[in-house]
């Protein structure tokens, strides 16, 4: 019974910071992938970023250099640090996990997850 929880959205300004936290129970992070995705009105959903229990981390382009995605020590929240934001960051962001086992191919962007929280709103205005 896997649950996640994101949380941590706001209004900032262009050039501002946010730090975003998914809380995680029911799993064993050796076993797994949590990533972020996001979804602004009118656009695709998309993959941000993700880690993976042997520490490995994967950004999307547009991010690279400005965000960070980590865990905590007792691996029960992952968090995204969020800085330098623009105003075309502005989306719901959601938090997902599964099994990466259950992960197929070499394309990130593209694995499938099984489990996903309520998302939190972020807005950067110009």
């Known amino acids: 019974d896997v649950q996640l929880q994101a949380s941590g959205g706001g209004l900032v300004q262009a050039g501002g910071s946010l730090r975003l936290s998914c809380t995680v129970s029911g799993y064993n992070f050796d076993d797994y992938v949590i990533g972020w995705f996001r979804q602004a009105p009118g656009k695709e959903r998309e993959g941000v970023a993700c880690?993976?229990?042997?520490?490995?981390?994967y950004y999307t382009d547009s991010v690279k250099g400005r965000f960070t995605i980590s865990i905590n020590d007792a691996k029960n929240a992952v968090y995204l640090q969020m800085n330098s934001l623009k105003p075309e960051d502005t989306a719901v962001y959601y938090c997902?996990?599964?099994?990466?086992?259950?992960?197929?191919?070499?394309?990130?962007?593209?694995?499938?997850?099984?489990?996903w929280g309520q998302g939190t709103q972020v807005t950067v205005s110009s």
């Open positions: 997902a996990g599964d099994l990466i086992s259950e992960m197929y191919g070499n394309d990130w962007s593209s694995w499938e997850y099984d489990y």
């Open positions: 880690i993976i229990s042997d520490g490995t981390t």
